[in-house]
């Protein structure tokens, strides 16, 4: 039965909750806020450098979000890695042999695994079949003491 107290109050956890909502929107500006004006720095027009170099005597950005320029060993490096990282991805062929090879090992596998499986099974058939005539024991024995 319910208690006298228990009442539909649809509203009650609403304001503690759409609080928790405001406040973490509210972090969220804050730190895309910083964010963006950390990455409004790396400009390099001469008053985003003057703001870089005096934030970074400051500590409160590092040296590594000033912008870098890459000489053209350096690029080639960067692509070239890019190039190998890109055909590393692509499939690569097998050829016929090795797939059947694969295909009967896993034929092998799934036939092992069911020998096993029947081989556990007939063990546990076998062993309710030594236990029956203990439970037969066992009821008898019941039954005359319930007599």
Do not use: F
């Not at 759409?18 to 004006?37: E, F, M, S, V």
């Not at 000489?71 to 690569?92: D, F, G, Q, T």
């Not at 016929?96 to 099974?121: D, F, I, P």
């Not at 546990?124 to 079949?129: A, M, N, Q």
């Amino acid at each position: 039965m319910k208690s006298i107290k228990a009442v539909n109050r649809p509203h009650v956890h609403c304001a503690s909750k759409n609080q928790r909502k405001r406040a973490g929107k509210r972090a969220k500006h804050a730190r895309q806020r910083i964010n963006d004006w950390t990455h409004k720095c790396v400009l390099s027009d001469p008053k985003a450098r003057a703001r870089l170099e005096t934030l970074a005597s400051l500590s409160l950005i590092d040296a590594k979000y000033e912008k870098q320029e890459l000489s053209e060993a350096e690029r080639a490096l960067r692509a070239e890695k890019r190039r190998l990282k890109k055909k590393s991805n692509v499939p690569k062929v097998v050829d016929e042999e090795t797939k059947k090879l694969e295909k009967e090992r896993r034929e092998q596998q799934k036939l092992e695994r069911k020998k096993v499986a029947e081989e556990a099974k007939k063990r546990k058939e076998e062993e309710e079949h030594r236990k029956w005539p203990e439970k037969l024991k066992q009821r008898e024995e019941q039954e005359k003491k319930k007599k």
